[in-house]
């Protein structure tokens, strides 16, 4: 029994001898197998950073290559500035040496004939003691005697080469100085050379989408109507894809109706309501308008420290035209013109650039105010505060004051050569907006009428009565009354339509 359980432990503890043997063995291999493992995966870190590395470097060239392409595009780019400027300066001083040259030319005249003078006045005295000599001796006159004789014959043999030379210096200076005088306009027109852009009576409003022709429309054509209306303009609607065009002689009336317009459009709600809210909110954004203009007119024409209340009114300008010539356009070109005329000439440039700039600013409310634009725009700057300098130097250019100052020339000079410019004005389009105006004077002087539309270039004006205070039988003759008075005090092409509206708008609300 006991040899049993001796076996029995020898057996077990060979077995367990050979399960740790065994135990071992695996765990020997299990950790070869992940020692190559992480060998593998090592190297497969190694070559994937390689590769990185790689394309690091590759995309690194191709950003340096960029760089230095950009860099060198810049360097080009900069080397034809800096070769422009320098043709400039090559251009600016070969003027000067020209001038120069011009003036050392008239400095050496004027010495030449200062050189004649004082020749002739030693000829003069020799002759004197001459004479005097000669009567002394044979007439044996005194010396007071003597010398009024010698005075006297001096004064006629000198008097008519003196007079002689006297003119032709004159004629000379006048030469020199109205050659000069050309040159420096044609210096200055030559820097001003800038294309005219007249105005123009439409504008073409674009969008996107075929329902929007219709809701501009509107049921029975209420919106198009109340549109036309409120803003006094034409709505031209044609088979041209997604456009609409603004027809109006008043830049005023384009310009709200083009803003009010394109709102309603983006807003996509139009109804009538809506249309006279978004037109009244426009007419009252229009003075924020004219003074935003006013401001950038003086800032390109170089003249500061004005008040903000003439700036307003200067930027009314920018919806004011004459002979077809937008006159804040007008006046910005003539300050630039005095400026560069008086910089020229050593004058003050800023004197001559601002009575340039605000030399019709009476224009701007010479439909209400009664006189001149001169007049008007004296008042404007002296209720102001502008420099007795600056009025002194817009108030002659059409010649209602005398030229107190050489500013106010310059600025005359400025105005002429900014209307007369080919191209600058059309006197034709004056004679047309004067037209338009006078057609809508003859409507609007009846009472009861609350506004009237001028329309189709003319042919078509819209009356608007009061409805309250005028019946229907009143407005056909309204219509007819203002009609014969066309075809008496007018002059005009074919036919003219008159169209008398009596509207009435109930409006309630519901709270």
Same mark, same amino acid.
């Given at each position: 029994?006991?040899?049993?359980? *001796?076996?029995?432990?020898? !057996?077990?503890?060979? =077995? ?63 080397? %034809? ?29 004027? &010495? ?28 044996? @006159? ?53 294309? $005219? ?21 509107? &049921? ?12 006094? $303009? ?17 830049? *005023? ?18 109804? /009538? ?17 004219? &003074? ?14 004005? %008040? ?5 009114? @200067? ?45 019709? *600013? ?39 004051? /005398? ?6 020339? *310059?600025?005359? !000079? ?57 019946? %229907? ?19 005009? /092409? ?15 609300? =519901?709270?």
């Amino acid at each position: 029994m006991s040899s049993i359980l *001796i076996f029995i432990l020898l !057996v077990a503890i060979a =077995a367990g001898t050979t399960g740790i043997v065994l135990g071992w063995f695996l765990r020997f291999v299990t950790a070869l197998g992940r020692k190559g493992s992480a060998e593998l995966e090592i190297k497969e870190m190694v070559l994937e950073a390689r590769e990185q590395s790689e394309a690091i470097l590759r995309e690194a060239e191709k950003e340096a290559r960029r760089v230095i392409q950009g860099t060198k595009s810049e360097l080009r780019d900069d080397e %034809d500035r800096l070769q422009k400027t320098e043709d400039r300066l090559i251009k600016k001083e070969e003027l000067l040496d020209t001038r120069q040259v011009a003036l050392d030319h008239e400095e050496e005249v004027l &010495k030449q004939e200062r050189m004649k003078n004082i020749v002739l006045q030693k000829k003069l005295m020799d002759l004197n003691t001459q004479r005097k000599e000669a009567l002394q001796n044979i007439t044996k @006159l005194t010396d007071e005697q003597a010398r009024e004789q010698l005075l006297s014959l001096i004064e006629e043999e000198a008097e008519e080469e003196l007079l002689i030379r006297s003119r032709k210096l004159e004629q000379v200076a006048k030469d020199k100085i109205e050659g000069r005088a050309k040159r420096i306009l044609a210096t200055t027109i030559q820097r001003m050379a800038n294309p $005219v852009q007249n105005d123009i009576f439409s504008y073409t409003i674009h969008f996107n989408g075929n329902d929007v022709k219709g809701k501009i429309i509107g &049921k029975d054509g209420r919106n198009i109507k109340t549109f036309e209306k409120e803003t006094g $303009v034409e709505l031209v609607i044609d088979e041209s894809p997604d456009t609409i065009v603004i027809s109006s002689f008043d830049p *005023i009336r384009r310009h709200i109706a083009k803003v009010a317009l394109e709102r309603l459009i983006e807003d996509g709600r139009i109804q /009538p309501a809506k249309i006279e809210r978004e037109i009244e909110k426009v007419r009252k954004e229009i003075n924020g308008i004219m &003074k935003e203009k006013g401001e950038e007119a003086a800032l390109e024409a170089k003249v500061y420290n004005l %008040d903000p209340r003439i700036l307003l009114v @200067l930027g009314r300008l920018y919806f004011r035209s004459s002979y077809g010539q937008n006159v804040l356009q007008h006046s910005i070109e003539v300050a630039l013109l005095c400026g560069m005329i008086a910089e020229e000439l050593g004058v003050d440039a800023q004197v001559a650039r601002a009575g340039g700039l605000l030399h019709d *600013i009476g224009k701007a409310v010479d439909h209400e105010v009664s006189g001149t634009h001169v007049e008007i725009g004296r008042r404007i700057l002296q209720k102001f505060g502008a420099s007795e300098d600056v009025i002194k130097a817009m108030q002659s250019h059409h010649d209602e004051y /005398p030229y107190e100052t050489i500013e106010s020339i *310059i600025v005359q !000079v400025g105005d002429s050569i900014s209307g007369s410019r080919p191209g600058a004005r059309k006197d034709s389009v004056e004679h047309y907006l004067k037209r338009l105006e006078e057609l809508e004077a003859v409507a609007t002087s009846h009472p009861n009428v609350e506004k009237a539309y001028a329309l189709q270039a003319g042919r078509e004006i819209r009356v608007f009565v009061q409805p309250d205070m005028t019946s %229907d039988i009143e407005a056909r003759t309204l219509a007819r009354t203002i009609a014969k008075e066309i075809e008496e005090e007018l002059q005009y /092409p074919g036919e003219i339509k008159v169209t008398v509206i009596r509207e009435n708008k109930i409006t309630e609300y =519901a709270r």
